[in-house]
């Protein structure tokens, strides 16, 4: 969604209201719950306050932590790099700040891949995270 915010330009009152329109089940229920407290703490929710609060929500800081050390310690093992890497890009989001830049990112990747894989991916060096995982997984194809 926030893709989509950023090429219509919204503000933040329109995009609280896009993505609340979106809730269903409990998220709904949360948010009908929840508004008029946001509201009073924040008269004008910015979109930075208000995915503080959702997410504070349904990711305490205690499921957060978790999930940090899940995605530090994680290892591609006998895993595919296609299901390594969708492990890796739904534990990223809770990765350190630290390591979101792109090319960090590229490094943390191959640094645990299979050691097969990984030599090869390494000597190129290449420079984005997208690459490191194409190359890898042409190299995956090749074995």
Same mark, same amino acid.
Request: some cysteine.
């Given at each position: 969604m926030e893709r989509v915010f950023e090429v219509l330009?919204?503000?933040?009152?329109?995009?609280?209201?896009?993505?609340?329109?979106? !809730?269903?089940? /409990?998220?709904?229920?949360?948010? #009908?719950?929840? /508004?008029?407290n946001i509201r009073q703490l924040y008269p004008n929710p910015t979109w930075g306050q208000?995915?503080?609060t959702f997410l504070g929500n349904y990711f305490p800081q205690s499921f957060c932590d978790q999930k940090e050390i899940e995605f530090m310690s994680?290892?591609?093992?006998?895993?595919?790099?296609? /299901?390594? #890497?969708?492990?890796?890009?739904?534990? !990223?989001?809770?990765?350190?700040?630290?390591?979101?830049?792109?090319?960090?990112?590229?490094?943390?990747?191959?640094?645990?891949?299979r050691p097969s894989i990984n030599t090869f991916v390494v000597l190129h060096n290449f420079p984005t995270y997208t690459e490191v995982v194409q190359a890898a997984k042409v190299i995956e194809d090749k074995q």
């Open positions: 330009r919204c503000t933040d009152e329109d995009k609280i209201k896009c993505a609340t329109f979106q !809730f269903r089940g /409990e998220a709904d229920s949360w948010w #009908q719950s929840t /508004e008029d208000f995915t503080k994680l290892t591609q093992g006998p895993k595919s790099v296609l /299901e390594y #890497q969708q492990i890796f890009e739904e534990l !990223f989001y809770f990765a350190p700040k630290h390591m979101k830049p792109d090319a960090v990112k590229a490094r943390k990747f191959e640094k645990v891949l």
